[in-house]
């Protein structure tokens, strides 16, 4: 069966991640992976849709039971990728898009080197400093750690493959880079290993 690509898709806070991906999952040919996570919801959040919210001891045992494909920490909280529905997703021939922070796209890259590893950012610091700002939600000292944060993750950019600007004024074109990128990686040589037994219709 054709398997679908492994994309995933990291940004820090104020890059509008959660926009472009849940465009890229309107197409229909996009599935978003619903992450475990013992962090308590949101306003808003919705359980099996946003994450899967279970407490620490149900996170252990699946931890136990071989059950993510990648697990990590952060803020003191645990976020892992449910191992099973990754694969059925793949082998079903659809895109998986797993919405994670950098150590778990690494360790995706390293079980699965074919796996598609995609930064997305604002144009520039400024940009999304000013987009932080413009919320005018957050505390002076909130904003600043989440921009502190947000230069580490982004130094750590040399461990993906693709990196996409995501500007003010809507998703549009981030959504169609990352269209762009899963078109030319599916025609990619290295993908296509039956290309010439197909050309001569051999058996
Ligand atoms: P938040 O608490 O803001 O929803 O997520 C915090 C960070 O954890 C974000 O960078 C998010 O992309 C990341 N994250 C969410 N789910 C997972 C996961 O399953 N694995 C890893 N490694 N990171 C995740």
Request: proline fraction near 4%; hydrophobic fraction near 35%.
């Amino acid at each position: 069966m054709r398997r679908g690509l492994l994309i995933v898709v990291s940004g820090p806070a104020g890059s509008g991640k959660g926009t472009v991906n849940s465009q890229l999952v309107a197409t229909g040919d996009f599935v978003f992976s619903v992450s475990a996570t013992t962090r308590a919801p949101r306003p808003g959040e919705v359980n099996g849709i946003n994450y899967h919210f279970i407490d620490r001891e149900e996170f252990q045992r699946r931890i136990d039971e071989n059950g993510f494909l990648e697990y990590t920490t952060y803020c003191d909280n645990f976020y892992g990728t449910p191992l099973k529905e990754a694969m059925a997703v793949l082998e079903s021939g659809k895109n998986l898009i797993l919405e994670i922070e950098c150590d778990g796209a690494k360790n995706v890259k390293r079980i699965f080197p074919d796996a598609v590893l995609i930064m997305l950012i604002p144009p520039t610091f400024a940009i999304q400093e000013e987009r932080l700002r413009g919320r005018g939600t957050e505390t002076e000292e909130v904003i600043r750690k989440r921009l502190e944060k947000a230069k580490r993750e982004i130094e750590q950019i040399d461990a993906y493959d693709y990196i996409v600007y995501n500007y003010n004024g809507g998703a549009a074109v981030a959504v169609d880079d990352i269209k762009a990128i899963v078109r030319a990686e599916k025609l990619a040589q290295h993908r296509q290993p039956d290309a010439v037994k197909k050309y001569f219709e051999l058996d």
